[in-house]
T-cell receptor
Framework: DGGITQSPKYLFRKEGQNVTLSCEQNLNHDAMYWYRQDPGQGLRLIYYSQIVNDFQKGDIAEGYSVSREKKESFPLTVTSAQKNPTAFYLC???????????FGDGTRLSIL | QKEVEQDPGPLSVPEGAIVSLNCTYSNSAFQYFMWYRQYSRKGPELLMYTYSSGNKEDGRFTAQVDKSSKYISLFIRDSQPSDSATYLCAMSEGGGAGGTSYGKLTFGQGTILTVHP
């Protein structure tokens, strides 16, 4: 089945540690996105990529980094510079920028 | 003031009721409007996608957009317990040919809906 796979479902980070969240899609979509969701808040955009080897900062990029080496993959690294990383992270993709975005089932990141 | 305002609820209704969910927004450049449904510990699922003003119906769901009032609504008819979820509105400006728009979505904070038997 076509879709977006995020892994792991749950992740724990120690102080000073970088962690990487995986996002893979087999929808042949060009555009991919990373969002952060906090309780009682809407989704906030971290990074987005319209095409392979290109990505742009969203509204809350500080403390995060991404890469887009393959069309189907858009991993997100939460660095130690992100002081409040506990959140639900959602990856999305769309065929083109003006088409609806479809989401994976998220990764919940917590601090040890 | 947030760009998109959505009443967080929670909203509790009996099975079979008509549910009305609403969002207001301040950015007149928004052209694309979406409603997502999110179950607990899951990602949002696209329910409705509309462009500009007007109505769109899909089964028990009807989306309305009133750009003059900067107001969008989602109606759920004959609500079911399986409709219990958080409903998120989202919107984007779109963009023209050669523009820099990338389809950025701006979300409301979500409305928690419970439909009880």
């Amino acid at each position: 089945d076509g879709g977006i796979t995020q892994s792991p479902k749950y992740l724990f980070r120690k102080e000073g540690q970088n962690v990487t969240l995986s996002c893979e899609q087999n929808l042949n979509h060009d555009a991919m996105y990373w969002y952060r969701q906090d309780p009682g808040q809407g989704l906030r955009l971290i990074y987005y990529s319209q095409i392979v080897n290109d990505f742009q900062k969203g509204d809350i990029a500080e403390g995060y980094s991404v890469s887009r080496e393959k069309k189907e993959s858009f991993p997100l690294t939460v660095t130690s510079a992100q002081k409040n990383p506990t959140a639900f992270y959602l990856c999305a993709s769309s065929a083109e920028w003006d088409r609806p975005q479809h989401f994976g089932d998220g990764t919940r990141l917590s601090i040890l | 003031q947030k760009e998109v305002e959505q009443d967080p609820g929670p909203l509790s209704v009996p099975e079979g009721a008509i549910v009305s969910l609403n969002c207001t927004y301040s950015n007149s450049a928004f052209q694309y409007f979406m409603w997502y449904r999110q179950y607990s510990r899951k990602g949002p699922e696209l329910l409705m996608y509309t462009y500009s003003s007007g109505n769109k119906e899909d089964g028990r769901f009807t989306a309305q957009v009133d750009k003059s009032s900067k107001y969008i609504s989602l109606f759920i008819r004959d609500s079911q317990p399986s409709d219990s979820a958080t409903y998120l509105c989202a919107m984007s400006e779109g963009g023209g040919a050669g523009g820099t728009s990338y389809g950025k979505l701006t979300f409301g904070q979500g409305t928690i809906l419970t439909v009880h038997p």
